[in-house]
Nanobody, 117 residues
């Protein structure tokens, strides 16, 4: 069992930055698992935007955020981050982190990011 809690969302102007955090608790560690960040815009499906390997050595980004977002992790803190720079109105969404542990996928409750033009 693991609980994921996202934080760091908010309202920002286009061109601004935010740093999201995904903290895990509940007795399970994230340190041996890849973690992903997803987002869901109003009226749209939830989509994967970035992943990071268990040790942080490799990362994947969807084209729409490549060069603007950076995923990182601190396994000692059981936390994964998403640094978002040069934000655009189309980045407005609820952002979720997710991890697969065993046969189960865990999700956080999400954090709202709103980018004004």
């Amino acid at each position: 069992q693991v609980q994921l809690v996202e934080s760091g969302g908010g309202l920002v102007q286009a061109g601004g930055s935010l740093r999201l955090s995904c903290a895990a608790s509940g007795g399970r560690t994230l340190s041996t698992s890849p973690v992903g960040w997803f987002r869901q815009a109003p009226g749209k499906e939830r989509v994967l935007i970035a992943t990071i390997s268990w040790n942080g050595a490799s990362a994947y980004y969807v084209d729409s955020v490549k060069g603007r977002f950076a995923i990182s992790r601190d396994n000692a803190k059981n936390t994964v981050y998403l640094q978002m720079n040069s934000l655009k109105p189309e980045d407005t969404a609820v952002y979720y982190c997710s991890v697969d542990l065993g046969s189960r996928r865990y999700w956080g409750q999400g954090t709202q990011v709103t980018v004004s033009s």
